[in-house]
């Protein structure tokens, strides 16, 4: 059937495919579904499964056509790829490329394009130079934890009397208003909770409520600035409709070593709890340094590599993207649509914005696999065994427990991917050449992206 078959480079990664079927195949084709529409046509005149081969082409030439065309497309394709090296990446579908026509006595010709797996030419990453800054964890740090978990450990009960004040939690049902204060569809929200003062809302409105009573309404217009840290309000004018429903505030307990003693049965005095907490955070110190010299190495690779990131794998990564922004919603992908509609933005606007981002992430990921095949890096059951006795330990679980559960959920190869890349992650950190920058202080550095 496929007599040639030509591969054409194109840029990103993409290839462009022709193929050339022989006119012998393309005419045997014709005929045969000419054949097979023949017997269940209904022409006047003819018995069902009697109608002349020319009077069928006559009468239903062009669809006997574009039914062979079709046929014909997927089967040389089918046998193309399953011959070639140039497989297209799974969520990129073979295009169409350019015009067709079937000629039933030539050889018929086309082209799709698709994206394949690119090709890395890999530069050098050994022996890198980085710069880290010193994270620096003080007993500030220390007193904000004991805070937090002063915090946690309290006592929760309805305010009877009173307005809305700092620190306490509240109950509301909010929506956004247009011009006319009619609500606005899809920003409607009912029974959001959060502790005021704390921020941990969209719209920032924690000091706009302040002296509300329960059952109390309000409207409220906020301007936000270009550089606000919510990239969907950042520039925009907001009018709010919101009606406290539920006022609670908490009782705190004394930091002590009672409080020490309630958190776990491990702790006998605060001293203790201080104590466990300087290790945990310095745990965090050493995993955020970690993965930022990671992170830095694997930027320095890339810089140092030629390669290109696939389009089509692009778009999956952003509407990764994009469904971790929808889930912070709590709500569906329309309804975030429209609600971005009403404010004069779309998906796409979103998606160009994260486009550097996921870029190079891809772009991290891919030099990662590449190295992964030029070093060989394997894991050994008994490595994997041992990976997933320690993580079961640190779970409090049995460890048959939690292999049974990794295997009945089909994770153990996942896993032992996971294994294989800390490995090449330990080995590349050995080779590179780290310079200590500047000291920051603890909470700064936890909270900015690596």
Do not use: C
Request: glycine letters at 4%.
């Amino acid at each position: 059937m496929v007599t040639d078959k030509q591969i054409e480079r194109l840029e990103n990664a993409a290839v462009r495919l022709t193929v050339t079927v022989d006119k012998g195949s393309v005419n045997e084709k014709y005929n045969e579904v000419v054949k097979e529409y023949a017997k269940t046509a209904q022409v006047r005149g003819f018995r069902k499964g009697k109608v002349p081969f020319e009077i069928m082409e006559r009468k239903f030439g062009e669809s006997l056509k574009w039914e062979a065309t079709t046929q014909l497309l997927d089967e040389s394709l089918r046998q193309t790829l399953e011959e070639i090296d140039e497989k297209p990446l799974p969520y990129s579908q073979p295009a169409l490329d350019g015009e067709i026509e079937l000629k039933t006595d030539e050889d018929f010709t086309f082209s799709v394009k698709y994206d394949v797996y690119p090709s890395i030419e890999l530069g050098e990453y050994e022996g890198i130079e980085i710069e880290i800054d010193e994270i620096e964890v003080t007993e500030e740090d220390v007193e904000r934890e004991l805070t937090h978990i002063q915090d946690q450990n309290a006592v929760v009960q309805e305010k009877t009397a009173g307005a809305v004040e700092k620190d306490d939690i509240v109950t509301i049902d909010y929506r956004e208003l247009d011009e006319n204060d009619e609500v606005i569809e899809g920003t409607a929200r009912e029974d959001f909770v959060f502790t005021v003062g704390s921020g941990y809302n969209l719209y920032k409105i924690d000091d706009d409520i302040l002296g509300l009573e329960q059952g109390g309404e309000t409207v409220i217009t906020k301007e936000y600035p270009e550089d606000f840290e919510q990239s969907e309000l950042a520039g925009q004018t907001k009018k709010l409709g919101v009606r406290i429903k539920t006022i609670k505030q908490r009782e705190l307990p004394e930091i002590d070593d009672e409080l020490a003693q309630d958190v776990s049965e491990k702790y006998e005095t605060l001293d203790d709890l201080k104590n466990d907490i300087r290790e945990r955070l310095a745990k965090a110190v050493e995993n955020r340094v970690r993965e930022e010299k990671i992170q830095k190495t694997l930027d320095k690779v890339v810089e140092n590599s030629k390669l290109e990131v696939p389009e089509s794998m692009l778009a999956a990564e952003l509407e990764q993207f994009w469904q971790e922004f929808v889930q912070r919603f709590q709500s569906s992908s329309e309804q975030v649509e429209r609600m971005l509609s009403a404010q004069g933005m779309n998906k796409n606007d979103f998606l160009e914005r994260w486009r550097d981002d996921a870029t190079k992430r891809l772009s991290r990921r891919l030099v990662v696999q590449k190295i992964l095949e030029k070093e060989n890096i394997e894991v050994s059951d008994e490595e994997l065994d041992a990976d997933i006795r320690q993580r079961a330990e640190a779970s409090s679980m049995d460890p048959d427990e939690a292999r049974n559960y990794l295997e009945q959920n089909n994770m153990i190869e996942h896993l032992r991917e996971e294994v294989r890349e800390r490995k090449l992650y330990d080995s590349l950190l050995e080779r590179t050449n780290v310079k200590t920058g500047n000291t920051v202080k603890f909470l700064d550095a936890m909270q900015r992206n690596a």
